[in-house]
């Protein structure tokens, strides 16, 4: 038992160090493409825009976009009180969690280019059938087009923008999926450390008529994001799961959880909303497939053998430590140091003497809570908008509408008392 209890954190290491190398450097493109590829981009671009035109444009705008699938609900959200249709609004929430910017280089680092490469493929594909199957079912005019305003670069300086770029890469994008990626970590570790080898390759998920279905059963319900899948997916490899079905699972779990499917249901139906669910559960499925036939043919994916599977594409091992303590440095700053003084600060401050403090529930990610942010301050009169806490604002001028708690409820989030 003690020698399985070192090998938890011994196999948590060498994971998150193999992979950091990779992270930090997708993390860091993020940023930069965060600076020309926004989702006031895709809105601006998807506007009053609907047919099969729109639902390309949506998917090729989302797949490299680096949202979360708690992020991406309200962009999706903007684009519909911006005018854009059903089916483009279904294709950029179906593509956009699947993957990005960042989790492109994490899956290419511990998982092959095999893997690297289907998942945006699979993104694209579900993403353009699910929003043509979302569109021929509902020909619904698009809602009259609603503005709010908006947070820009402007013209600014080239250090600026620089510093725009760093802040969004390893400050909202990496708080958005610290919590994910470090949980997606754990368990690999519990799994490499635990499961004895080629344990589910004997057992009943060796059999793909199995494992696949397991496979979206678990996929399903959790929240997880497209890197923090990442080492879950190469810890059951390396117990004997096959590729097509570890290949599910990092596209069923951040495309489909229980937020994203009840703001489906809110924003576009039930109708549209078992079409998206019914396209990626598909999608999965047949790329899993198509996945284990090409790597029997051709061997795509590489041997993850249990103990302490090797990534695919390594650094030297001094690069992935300094990697590794940089990324463990960021996961301590935004899961403990900062909400420990932002509730400090928080509990000091009290509320100017003009302001009112809106607290809502159900905000995950610095995403939805610039959504409310930008939602308040769009309304008449609102003055100014500031951060009092991880779920609260404090507001000035007004008044704030009676509508208020209806506009919260419709990005997906709850106004309390």
Same mark, same amino acid.
């Given at each position: ?29 993020? #940023? ?6 926004? $989702? ?24 490299? =976009? $680096?949202?979360?699938?708690? #992020? ?37 680092? &511990? ?17 353009? !059938? ?51 990626? &470090? ?30 279905? !397991? ?18 997916? =190469? ?8 590729? %097509? ?22 924003? =576009? %139906? ?23 036939? &090409? ?12 103990? #302490? ?30 909400? &420990? ?69 419709? =990005?997906?989030?709850?106004?309390? $008392?």
């Amino acid at each position: 038992m003690t020698d399985l209890l070192r090998m938890v954190p011994q196999a948590f290491w060498e994971t998150a160090s193999k992979m950091a190398p990779w992270l930090l450097f997708g993390f860091l493109a993020a #940023g930069l493409l965060s600076l020309f590829f926004t $989702p006031e981009t895709v809105s601006r671009h998807l506007g009053r825009r609907a047919g099969w035109r729109a639902i390309a444009l949506a998917v090729l705008l989302g797949v490299p =976009l $680096p949202l979360c699938s708690c #992020g991406v609900l309200p962009v999706a959200v903007g684009l519909r009180k911006g005018g854009a249709g059903k089916g483009a609004t279904a294709a950029f929430l179906i593509s956009t969690p699947q993957t990005g910017v960042d989790s492109f280089f994490a899956t290419y680092a &511990l998982l092959g280019w095999a893997f690297a490469l289907i998942r945006p493929l699979v993104a694209l594909v579900t993403g353009v !059938v699910g929003g043509l199957l979302v569109d021929r079912l509902d020909r619904e005019a698009p809602p009259p087009a609603v503005t709010a305003r908006s947070a820009a670069l402007g013209a600014a300086s080239f250090a600026g923008r620089a510093a725009a770029a760093l802040r969004y890469g390893f400050g909202t994008l990496f708080g958005n999926v610290a919590w994910a990626l &470090l949980a997606g970590l754990a368990i690999s570790a519990l799994i490499l450390a635990f499961v004895p080898p080629s344990f589910f390759g004997e057992g009943a998920l060796g059999s793909d008529w199995v494992a696949f279905p !397991v496979m979206l059963l678990v996929g399903m319900p959790m929240y997880v994001c497209s890197t923090g899948s990442i080492p879950v997916a =190469l810890a059951l490899m390396a117990k004997g799961v096959s590729p %097509g079905a570890a290949l599910v699972f990092l596209i069923v779990g951040p495309a489909l959880n229980g937020a994203s499917l009840t703001t489906l249901l809110r924003l =576009l %139906g039930r109708g549209c909303a078992a079409i998206h669910l019914a396209v990626v559960a598909a999608g999965a499925v047949a790329a899993g497939l198509a996945l284990n036939a &090409l790597d029997a043919a051709w061997g795509v994916v590489p041997d993850f053998a249990a103990p #302490g599977p090797a990534a695919a594409h390594g650094f030297a091992p001094a690069i992935q430590t300094a990697a590794a303590v940089a990324l463990f440095a960021l996961l301590a700053w935004h899961l403990a140091v900062r909400p &420990l003084w932002g509730k400090f600060a928080a509990a000091k401050a009290s509320p100017p003497a003009a302001a009112r403090r809106v607290v809502v529930r159900g905000m995950r990610c610095d995403h939805c809570r610039g959504a409310v942010r930008d939602l308040l301050a769009a309304y008449p009169g609102v003055t100014a908008v500031r951060q009092a806490g991880p779920d609260a604002f404090d507001v000035e001028g007004g008044p704030l509408p009676g509508t208020l708690a209806r506009d919260i409820a419709a =990005l997906g989030y709850t106004l309390a $008392p």
